[in-house]
């Protein structure tokens, strides 16, 4: 089920019009046309039951419903999954070009929670400066693909921090993984330490930190695990950093939400 997603300007009036890129998906990717309704959500997740007014210049003036814990109409019959989506945290270590990008479209697809990025000692990725166009840009990226997939799970991507600052950021909410492909002692692989977690703390939120391309120091690691993140192996070949996130937070979906 697909679920337009409401641009942040939305306050939650009966009334409200969208323009621009909005208005192009709305009438062009959607083909919606004056009187059609579909299902909404706002930034925070709400549903609304929105039927387009009127369109002119460009522009789709829309009429906004409140709606219950599901929407009552939908622009497409394809049937989703609706949960229940176990609580994931993923600190990604930023990637160049559009890796990250392609991270966070097909993580937010997955269902995770929140996207921190994290500058670490082998990212190539300069973050000092264009904060507001990287913010916008991961925007719209967690936007399209919320609308593609139509998830329940309003994905966030949080101010990027450095790597010294994980473990504090993260402050002991849950079982904290950092995927390390360095064999060390008594390390455990990603699905056996989360069976273990979930028999434990089945509702509990869950942090996995993954490299950049270079992956990552001795040092970062070292920090990591003495502050509570466990060194874990996905036990398969060396993979590219945006095929890392993906399999790691699939398989830590899998494995936590038949215990949910």
Not at 121 to 141: A, F, L, M, P, Q
């Amino acid at each position: 089920m697909r679920v337009y997603v409401l641009p942040t300007t939305f306050r939650g009036t009966e009334l409200f019009s969208v323009s621009g890129k909005d208005a192009h998906y709305l009438t062009r990717v959607l083909r919606m046309k004056e009187g059609s309704s579909f299902a909404a959500r706002d930034a925070t997740g709400a549903f609304w039951d929105i039927t387009i007014t009127a369109i002119d210049k460009g522009e789709c003036r829309l009429s906004c419903k409140r709606a219950g814990t599901e929407p009552a109409s939908v622009t497409d019959s394809l049937p989703s999954y609706r949960g229940p989506f176990p609580e994931i945290h993923l600190y990604q270590c930023l990637c160049k070009g559009k890796k990250m990008e392609q991270i966070i479209r097909q993580t937010t697809e997955l269902g995770v929670t929140r996207i921190i990025p994290v500058s670490s000692e082998h990212c190539v990725v300069d973050i000092s400066g264009k904060k507001e166009e990287r913010r916008n840009k991961y925007g719209t990226v967690v936007k399209e693909a919320l609308q593609q997939c139509g998830s329940p799970v309003m994905t966030t991507v949080a101010e990027p921090i450095d790597i010294s600052m994980v473990v504090s950021e993260w402050n002991n909410r849950g079982t904290a993984m950092v995927l390390h492909q360095v064999v060390v002692d008594n390390q455990l692989s990603l699905t056996e330490l989360l069976q273990s977690h979930t028999k434990a703390h089945p509702r509990t939120p869950i942090a996995l930190v993954v490299g950049s391309e270079g992956g990552f120091s001795e040092k970062e690691v070292d920090q990591l695990v003495s502050g509570g993140f466990y060194p874990v192996l996905l036990k398969t070949n060396i993979l590219r950093a945006e095929t890392a996130a993906v399999v790691s937070v699939a398989l830590a979906q899998q494995l936590l939400v038949s215990h949910l």
